[in-house]
C-alpha cells in the first residue's frame, strides 16, 4: 500500500484531468480512495447513504445508482490512462466485483534503456543489413511477380485468342445474367424479387402467366439482375489476356442489355450458364451441341440435325462434388469479327475450361492430336468439356469432343443489319 501523499497526489492529477470534471465523478472517487486509505471496503448501501445522500429506504435490488456510476468510473479511467495518464508509474484501478480502489504499480519499458546501451555504429549497422534486407526481398517479389506474370502471359500469335488480340475491333465482353422478376405480397405488404430457374426471359414470364393468370397482378418486371460465383475469377482471367491494350479495346456488358448492333461492331466473348445465352442462342442453336436444362443434358449432333449421342448428368440438384459440361465454342461473326461462346450448367464448369484454353501448352496438346485426329489446329473450334467439383471449385477437366467449326454456317448465317433487330426475341431451350 503506498503512502497517503502518494495518494492525494495520484488523485488530484486525476481530478484535474478533463475526464473527471463532473462533481459527482470527484466526490465519488475521493470517497473510494479515502476508504482505500483507511483499508475499508465500503458497500454499496453505504456509498449510497455517504455519496448519494439516499434515504433508509435505499433498495439496491430497485436502484442501481452506485452500480452504475461504479461503471461509468471505471471506463473514465482507462480512457484517461490511455491519454493525460499514460506515463503514469502507478495507477489506481477499481476491480470489478467490489469497491474498493486499488494503487498498482506498472512496470517500466526496458526496451529504450537498453537501446541506450547499444553503441551507435552498431545501430547503425543493423539499419543498413534492415534496409538490404528489404531491397532483397522487393527485387525476389518484383522477380516472382514477372515468372508468374510469363506462365499467364497469352502470345499474340496463339491460335485460340489471335482474333481478338489482332483484330482491329474492340473486344466485348458478355457476362450471362440470370432473369429476375418482382413478386407482391399484399398481406404482407412487401415487395420480393424472384429467381424461378424456369423462367429466364421476359417471354417466360409471360408464358408463366398465361398459366398462371392470377399471378398477373403480383407479377411486374424488374431491371434488376444477378450473377454467377465465376464472374470476378473469369474477368480477372480475360483481363490478363488484354493486359496492355487500351481501355477502349476491351469493354464489358450484361446479356440482358446486349443489342444485335452490339455483336455486328464487336468481337464477343460471352461467359455465363445456358440459362443466360439470351440473344447468344442465336449462334449456340448453330452448333453441335444442344442443351436441355431439366433435367442436365447434352446433345451431340454432329451433322447438326440428328442426335447421335445423349450425354446426361446424374441428377439436376446438387450441393456437394459433382459433373459439369461446359461448351466452349469459336467461330466468325458473319461481320469480320469473332465470336466465343463459354457456357456450363455450374460455375466451375466455365472457370476450369477458361483455365484450359489460357494454358499456353494447350494448342501444342491440340497440334500432338491429343483431343483429335486431325494434327492441325482450326482457329474456330467446338469442344465439350466435363470437369468434377464443387461451387466454384474444379478438380478434374477433361475434352470429350473437340470438333472444327462448321465455318459456313456463320459466314452465311446473317446479314445483321437488315435480318434482325435489336427487340429480337429467342425461345429459351427446356
Not at 502471359?153 to 457476362?175: A, G, Q, V
Not at 434488376?224 to 483481363?239: A, H, I, N, T
Not at 483431343?371 to 470429350?400: A, D
Request: hydrophobic share 35%; net charge positive; aromatic share 14%.
Amino acid at each position: 500500500m503506498i503512502d497517503k501523499s502518494t495518494a492525494e497526489k495520484i488523485l488530484k492529477k486525476i481530478l484535474s484531468s478533463q475526464h473527471f470534471s463532473g462533481e459527482s465523478d470527484q466526490k465519488f472517487l475521493k470517497y473510494l480512495v479515502n476508504a482505500a486509505l483507511k483499508d475499508e471496503t465500503p458497500k454499496e448501501t453505504t456509498i449510497a447513504f455517504e455519496v448519494f445522500e439516499r434515504g433508509a429506504d435505499f433498495n439496491p435490488a430497485q436502484d442501481s445508482i452506485v452500480r452504475t456510476h461504479i461503471y461509468a468510473l471505471r471506463k473514465k479511467l482507462e480512457t484517461y490512462y490511455l491519454s493525460d495518464g499514460k506515463d503514469d508509474e502507478v495507477r489506481l484501478v477499481i476491480p470489478k466485483g467490489h469497491y474498493k480502489v486499488e494503487f498498482r504499480m506498472i512496470a517500466q519499458k526496458k526496451i529504450p534503456h537498453l537501446l541506450q546501451t547499444i553503441p551507435h555504429y552498431i545501430l547503425i549497422g543493423i539499419s543498413i543489413f534492415l534496409l538490404i534486407v528489404s531491397i532483397y526481398s522487393w527485387r525476389k517479389n518484383i522477380s516472382l511477380s514477372k515468372r508468374i506474370e510469363a506462365l499467364t502471359f497469352i502470345e499474340k500469335e496463339n491460335p485460340i485468342w489471335k482474333h481478338f488480340l489482332l483484330s482491329e475491333m474492340p473486344t466485348l465482353i458478355i457476362i450471362g445474367d440470370y432473369y429476375v422478376f418482382q413478386q407482391s405480397y399484399q398481406k404482407l405488404g412487401r415487395e420480393r424479387f424472384i429467381r424461378d430457374v424456369e423462367i429466364n426471359s421476359k417471354e417466360d414470364l409471360v408464358k408463366y402467366i398465361e398459366v398462371h393468370p392470377e399471378e398477373k397482378d403480383r407479377i411486374n418486371e424488374t431491371n434488376l439482375s444477378y450473377l454467377g460465383k465465376e464472374v470476378p475469377w473469369c474477368l480477372q482471367k480475360l483481363f490478363n489476356i488484354f493486359k496492355g491494350f487500351d481501355k477502349d479495346r476491351v469493354k464489358i456488358k450484361l446479356a440482358s442489355c446486349l443489342l444485335w448492333e452490339n455483336i455486328h461492331e464487336n468481337n464477343i466473348i460471352f461467359i455465363g450458364h445456358f440459362k443466360t445465352l439470351r440473344i447468344m442462342s442465336h449462334f449456340f442453336d448453330r452448333l453441335r451441341f444442344k442443351y436441355q436444362l431439366f433435367p442436365h443434358k447434352i446433345y451431340y449432333c454432329p451433322n447438326h440435325t440428328d442426335t447421335l449421342e445423349t450425354i446426361s448428368l446424374e441428377s439436376y440438384y446438387r450441393h456437394g462434388f459433382h459433373s459439369d459440361f461446359a461448351v466452349v465454342a469459336k467461330f466468325p461473326g458473319g461481320n469480320n469479327n469473332t465470336i466465343m461462346i463459354i457456357t456450363s450448367f455450374s460455375s466451375f464448369g466455365k472457370i476450369e475450361s477458361l483455365k484450359k484454353l489460357t494454358d499456353s501448352t494447350f494448342p501444342t496438346e491440340i497440334l500432338n492430336g491429343k483431343y483429335t485426329n486431325n494434327k492441325t489446329f482450326s482457329p474456330y473450334f467446338e469442344i465439350l468439356f466435363r470437369v468434377y467439383g464443387i461451387e466454384h471449385y474444379g478438380y478434374n477437366t477433361e475434352i470429350l469432343k473437340f470438333n472444327e467449326a462448321d465455318t459456313n454456317i456463320f459466314n452465311n448465317q446473317y446479314n445483321i443489319t437488315s435480318d434482325f433487330s435489336s427487340d429480337y426475341t429467342f425461345q429459351v431451350n427446356k
